[in-house]
């Protein structure tokens, strides 16, 4: 329970989160803090928030509660969207595509994402999406996509190097999107998609959960699958292209399903297993328990699909509206041959065994923490 919980103040997340290295600088403390006007706390240039002026801080424990690496919460949010281990609740699990050439030309998988939230703008369900962009060759940032343009300027994970290998020295496929939520509010009559991994579905809903501002006008939440996340130092990018033969210049894409999949602009493909990439692979990722997305609406993913396509995971009676409407109007497309119940539990076993696995890693991580 809540009462149980407060007080807790930044110091407490210091303790329970910083110090054991599990922060995922997903920045939500910093950008929901009750003194943000007086600025008590800030992020700081690399690892986790730091006070900025401590007498500012008014010890209300928002910072706590919203952490996704607290777990506070998880009591009420379990029954809220049903969740049952692993996997969370479904009311449907499928593959499909964006029906649009020029969404899926730019997709990261089936383009399901991109052509889900054209459905909502077409529809005026939404003002706007929070997803993320490239900035630079390899540095995306959190954007609030208006418009079909944008939405498909933010699809994808293709990577124009005509610029030369901008960025990647700061690299991190972990974008801070939730920072954005606060500056597209201009009115309280908004309604907005927002796109995130499980953490950042995870803080949103525990926003949601203490109807904590502008959580409200976030009426449809699409998740990511996330197994883990990458920051490319510099020392971890020369270990790579020395071990898998490659180098960072010739990347067209990168992708991530049951591992690494590079695509380098000869088309050829290098895949690199989870277990490999402990170098690049960030700290807070081991302490993380959600693979797909349990909280969310929808959840997408390129696990259990073939190549062009996008497994989805239908979990609210809200997703499951959209998704259907989006699929009777043809914004996505299902494949005959899914819907054979041979080829939906290939596709629900690889996930739930994805799941089990990201879980008994927490366990893991968290017992050597502790
Ligand atoms: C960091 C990360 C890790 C992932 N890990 C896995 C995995 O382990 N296994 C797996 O099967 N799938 C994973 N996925 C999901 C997969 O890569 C695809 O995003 C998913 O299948 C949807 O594909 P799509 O073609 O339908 O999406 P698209 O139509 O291409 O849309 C993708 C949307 O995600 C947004 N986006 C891109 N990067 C981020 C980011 N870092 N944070 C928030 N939003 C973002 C884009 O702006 C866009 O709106 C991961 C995705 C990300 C971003
Ligand atoms: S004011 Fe509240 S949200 Fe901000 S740092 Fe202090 S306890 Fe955390
Ligand atoms: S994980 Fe996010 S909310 Fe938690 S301490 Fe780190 S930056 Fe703050
Ligand atoms: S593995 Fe977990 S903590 Fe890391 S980015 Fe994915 S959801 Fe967030």
């Not at 920045?27 to 986790?48: D, L, R, T």
Request: net charge neutral.
């Amino acid at each position: 329970m809540i009462e149980e919980i407060l007080p807790k103040s930044f110091d407490d997340l210091i303790k329970d989160v910083h110090e054991l290295g599990i922060c995922g600088e997903c920045g939500g403390c910093v950008s929901f803090c009750s003194a943000h006007e007086i600025k008590a706390i800030e992020m700081s240039e690399s690892g986790p928030p730091r006070y900025y002026n401590k007498d500012n801080c008014l010890k209300c424990g928002i910072c706590y509660l919203i952490c996704p690496q607290t777990h506070v919460l998880d009591k009420e949010l379990n029954e809220k969207y049903n969740y049952k281990v692993s996997i969370g609740n479904w009311l449907k699990i499928t593959t499909n595509r964006a029906s649009s050439k020029e969404i899926l030309k730019n997709a990261t998988d089936g383009g399901s994402v991109t052509a889900i939230l054209n459905y909502l703008l077409d529809h005026n369900l939404i003002n706007g999406a929070i997803v993320s962009k490239k900035e630079v060759p390899f540095n995306r940032v959190p954007f609030f996509a208006t418009s079909k343009e944008e939405l498909i300027e933010a699809a994808g994970s293709h990577y124009d190097l005509s610029q030369g290998v901008v960025g990647l020295e700061k690299y991190n496929t972990f974008i801070p999107t939730i920072t954005k939520l606060k500056n597209v509010v201009n009115s309280d009559m908004m309604n907005i998609a927002v796109v995130g991994t499980p953490c950042q579905i995870m803080s949103i809903r525990k926003m949601q959960e203490l109807s904590i501002l502008p959580a409200h006008i976030i009426k449809y939440t699409l998740g990511l699958f996330c197994n883990l996340n990458f920051s490319f130092s510099s020392e971890g990018r020369k270990e790579l292209e020395e071990e898998f033969h490659f180098s960072f210049n010739d990347v067209e894409k990168m992708n991530i399903k049951e591992d690494l999949i590079i695509t380098l602009h000869n088309q050829k493909t290098i895949h690199i297993d989870f277990d490999e990439l402990g170098r690049i692979t960030r700290a807070a990722c081991y302490a993380c328990r959600d693979f797909s997305n349990v909280y969310a609406d929808i959840s997408f993913g390129g696990l259990g699909s073939k190549d062009g396509f996008t497994s989805t995971i239908v979990r609210t009676k809200i997703g499951e509206k959209i998704y259907n409407n989006a699929l009777k109007e043809g914004y996505i497309k299902e494949p005959n041959e899914f819907n054979t119940s041979i080829k939906k539990s290939e596709t629900l076993a690889k996930i739930i065994g994805f799941g089990k696995r990201k879980y008994e890693r927490y366990v893991k991580s968290m017992k050597e923490r502790l």
